[in-house]
């Protein structure tokens, strides 16, 4: 089953993935500031919150749904002018962590 997993700094994901392993992956990393800053920091859950401040270690594993699988089939096939492709990524991605978020609230 494809899944996907989110984990803080603090974590060493490669203890969870074996590098020998015949895998494909999408790596996103994005800095806990960055993120940070597109939330109003009075409203966050305490599981975002305790994501973004890296307060304990958190490892999130999530099976891909629809709606994930729409979102991982456009970053890998969707055809996107050069000009374009960073900034088609960098939204596609934003969108991913979204989704994913949503579904570390309803878990968490």
């Known amino acids: 089953m494809p899944s996907v997993l989110i984990a803080t700094s603090s974590m060493n994901i490669d203890d969870f993935i074996s590098i020998h392993s015949n ?3 999408i790596n996103i990393e994005v800095d806990a500031n960055y993120l940070n800053g597109l939330f109003d920091f009075s409203e966050k859950s305490p599981v975002l919150q305790s994501l973004l401040e ?6 999130f594993e999530q099976i891909i749904y629809p709606a994930l699988q729409r979102i991982v089939d456009e970053i890998v096939t969707e055809p ?8 088609f990524l960098r939204i596609k ?3 991913l962590i979204c989704r994913l978020l949503i579904e570390l609230e309803k878990t968490g």
């Open 54 to 59: 890296n307060t304990q270690p958190l490892l």
């Open 80 to 87: 996107v002018d050069e000009t374009f492709e960073l900034f």
């Open 23 to 25: 895998t494909s992956t």
């Open 93 to 95: 991605a934003e969108e």
